[in-house]
């Protein structure tokens, strides 16, 4: 059974940076595109960004393009989501998704204020 382990959130000055972590299990890693959503209070979960299985071509929604970096490491069967220049608008419950499947981890909450 997949389970996805999300951590690395935390309270982030604006300006500041954070670098989450995803470690998956259960099924085989290395062979999927991996991506990253997260949910602000009261809004609907929305993507932020991927990254391919192979080759490593990644994919960005506009808001975090320029400002965030999704990496992975087979090895590890890790993804990361390197977040730099924060904004209070970034704050939210980051998840990391297997595409293939319905299951969501719990998740890692990022809050950016002063």
């Known amino acids: 059974q997949e389970q996805l382990v999300e951590s690395g959130g935390g309270l982030v000055h604006p300006g500041g940076s954070l670098r989450l972590s995803c470690v998956a299990s259960g099924f085989t890693f290395s062979k999927f595109t991996m991506m990253w959503y997260r949910q602000a209070p009261g809004k609907e979960r929305e993507f932020v960004a991927q990254?391919?299985?192979?080759?490593?071509?990644?994919i960005y929604a506009d808001s975090v393009k320029g400002r965030f970096t999704i990496s992975r490491d087979n090895a590890k069967n890790t993804v990361y989501l390197q977040m730099n220049s924060l904004k209070p608008e970034d704050t939210a419950v980051y998840y990391c998704k297997w595409p293939v499947s319905a299951y969501w981890g719990q998740g890692t909450q990022v809050t950016v204020a002063e």
């Open positions: 990254i391919a299985n192979v080759g490593g071509t990644t």
